[in-house]
């Protein structure tokens, strides 16, 4: 499902820089799809805030990616 919001969201970051619209684009997505991947959503959505100038709101962002990858990692470790 995110997979639309992060098209269009890519389309606004990258052809139009319109990085307000990206970002709702991809938190419309977030909300969407909660299982959305934070490789595919995740890392974008954070560089259109940061673009945007929403800079708090971009650590935020990235301080839940992070978080995001601390768990896979921690899940894939259990699996070993």
Do not use: C
């Not at 619209?21 to 997505?29: D, I, N, S, V, W």
């Not at 890392?43 to 990616?65: F, Y």
């Amino acid at each position: 499902v995110y997979d639309m919001y992060k098209e269009k969201g890519w389309n606004s970051f990258d052809k139009l820089k319109d990085y307000a619209l990206a970002a709702e684009a991809l938190q419309a997505g977030a909300k969407a799809d909660p299982k959305y991947d934070v490789t595919q959503l995740g890392h974008l959505l954070a560089h259109s805030l940061e673009r945007a100038g929403r800079i708090d709101d971009a650590i935020k962002q990235w301080e839940a990616v992070i978080a995001e990858h601390k768990e896979r990692i921690a899940e894939a470790d259990k699996k070993k």
